[in-house]
């Protein structure tokens, strides 16, 4: 990506020169050397060079309206913008260590273009609402970049499940094997889970689409700029109704900020699932060449390192969201310096999720099942005892009884090594006259799955169903 790698060290000395600086005049010396390496953001601030123009492209529309600039300088203005962002697009912007910010530097740029025309278009405009127009913009591009690729992960998710249909599945609570399942229905939960993790970015980015210009430093302007023709020339929903909390609020990063961090740990809880999975205990799936390492001592190892590495991001995004909030907690309104702490996390989150999301979806992909092995571990560990209660619960057995006499059943299973297809009717029959012979049919993992056949159980047919819905919601995601 052009423009976001590390501007490096600013030269010595950089400081004293005033060419960037879009204050100063009521100071005596320039900045301490150490106060001004604490507030240079253009390191990081460079990559809201786009948001930052097109802010600057409907100011300068604004300018001309009131009067500030007339045609023929509105044109001029307009056609230096427009050069501007093409050496930003071909990574060529002439930053200067003096430049303070990415609003500095592209002002710097402007006067150096276009002489004393470049200084009009600062009229009527702060950093403070510049700063919070780009972060939104920023984030509304993201929210909408990182829902398509969550939908391409429900894709995937949808095509193993489509693949899969049909194959046993041992469910799990406590880790401990529970009661079989399709595959499918294990594999589309995470549909759902990512589906709200999409949700959330784009309730976040509804509610963050309002836009902040014409705000100033805090109170407003006097020149008579219409905050909704930025709106309209920057493609917000709405103009925010404060120009207060314009300048001051940072929530809809946090939002952006906290719907990353549970998309990340939803991720990463999808990460420790296939890292089971690929071990030889469990040996439910293996995870394709492509997203697999090898040691560099042990020649035999295949490692989840993908899988892994998804699980080991949460930590950061999680801390992310940490950073921002503890940096807002307790800030007087309006703008702060504080506040210029708020894009890293940002960018962070958001770019960590960029790497994650094509690497995990790519991971899914190239899962291969192991039918015999799934099969073999939904009958085992009594995976039917729940099923052997209800049917006596259908025969008029009060659950609380129920219970208790199959858990016996159970312990004389364990006892006998057997599993509870294994004991014999008459050991059945001993522990409660209502298990007749006729209870053998019960045991069997694929008749237990088909009786869940409620809208959302894992009965082969309502599974089919759900994956339709799957599909639907995945498409839903990836067509914007
Ligand atoms: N670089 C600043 C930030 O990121 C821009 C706003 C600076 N405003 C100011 N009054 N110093 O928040």
């Not at 006067?111 to 009229?123: H, I, M, Q, S, T």
């Not at 219409?226 to 493609?235: I, K, R, T």
């Not at 990353?260 to 991720?267: E, F, H, K």
């Not at 190892?301 to 907690?329: C, F, I, M, Q």
Request: hydrophobic share 45%.
């Amino acid at each position: 990506m052009p423009n976001d790698q590390d501007a490096g060290p600013t030269t010595p000395g950089a400081a004293s020169t005033d060419a960037g600086r879009l204050w100063g005049g009521r100071f005596s010396t320039g900045p301490d050397e150490a106060a001004w390496q604490l507030g240079v953001s253009t390191a990081f601030d460079r990559q809201l060079w786009r948001q930052d123009l097109a802010g600057s492209q409907a100011h300068a529309g604004e300018l001309r309206r009131i009067g500030v600039l007339d045609d023929d300088e509105h044109a001029q203005m307009v056609a230096a913008l427009d050069r501007c962002a093409e050496l930003f697009l071909a990574d060529d912007f002439p930053f200067l260590p003096s430049d303070e910010d990415v609003h500095g530097a592209i002002e710097r740029w402007l006067v150096e273009d276009l002489g004393p025309l470049g200084g009009k278009l600062r009229a009527g405009r702060s950093r403070n609402d510049q700063i919070a127009s780009d972060l939104r913009l920023w984030c509304r591009d993201a929210c909408d970049e990182l829902v398509e690729l969550v939908g391409a992960l429900q894709q995937a998710f949808v095509d193993q499940a489509e693949t899969h249909l049909g194959w046993l599945a041992p469910g799990y609570t406590h880790l401990q094997r529970g009661q079989p399942v399709l595959l499918s229905h294990h594999l589309l939960a995470y549909v759902w889970m990512l589906d709200r993790d999409a949700g959330r970015l784009r309730d976040a980015r509804a509610r963050l689409d309002a836009s902040v210009l014409a705000s100033g430093a805090l109170a407003g302007q006097t020149l008579g700029l219409d905050p909704q023709a930025y709106a309209d020339a920057l493609g917000f929903d709405r103009v925010i109704e404060n120009s207060m909390d314009a300048v001051a609020s940072r929530d809809f990063a946090l939002e952006v900020l906290a719907a990353c961090a549970i998309l990340a740990v939803t991720i990463s809880r999808l990460g420790e699932e296939i890292v089971l999975w690929a071990t030889a205990e469990f040996g439910f799936a293996r995870v394709g060449d492509a997203f697999s390492t090898g040691s560099s001592i042990m020649p035999q190892k295949r490692n989840p390192d993908v899988a892994e590495l998804v699980r080991g991001k949460a930590g950061r995004v999680v801390g992310d969201l940490v950073s921002l909030l503890t940096t807002v907690k307790a800030l007087p309104l309006t703008y702060d310096r504080d506040l210029q702490e708020d894009k890293e996390p940002v960018f962070d989150a958001v770019n960590t999720l960029r790497l994650v999301l094509p690497a995990i979806t790519g991971t899914v992909a190239s899962l291969t099942f192991d039918q015999e092995r799934l099969a073999a571990a939904a009958v085992g560990g009594f995976a039917l005892a729940t099923d052997l209660a209800e049917e006596l619960v259908r025969r008029g057995v009060p659950f609380r009884e129920a219970h208790e006499v199959v858990g016996e059943v159970v312990r004389l299973a364990e006892s006998k090594g057997v599993d509870l297809d294994g004991l014999d009717p008459e050991d059945l029959a001993a522990a409660h006259p209502a298990l007749d012979p006729s209870v053998a049919e019960l045991l069997d993992p694929r008749a237990a799955v088909d009786r869940r056949d409620g809208v959302n159980g894992t009965a082969t047919s309502s599974v089919a169903a759900q994956l339709e819905r799957a599909r639907e919601a995945a498409a839903r995601n990836t067509t914007p």
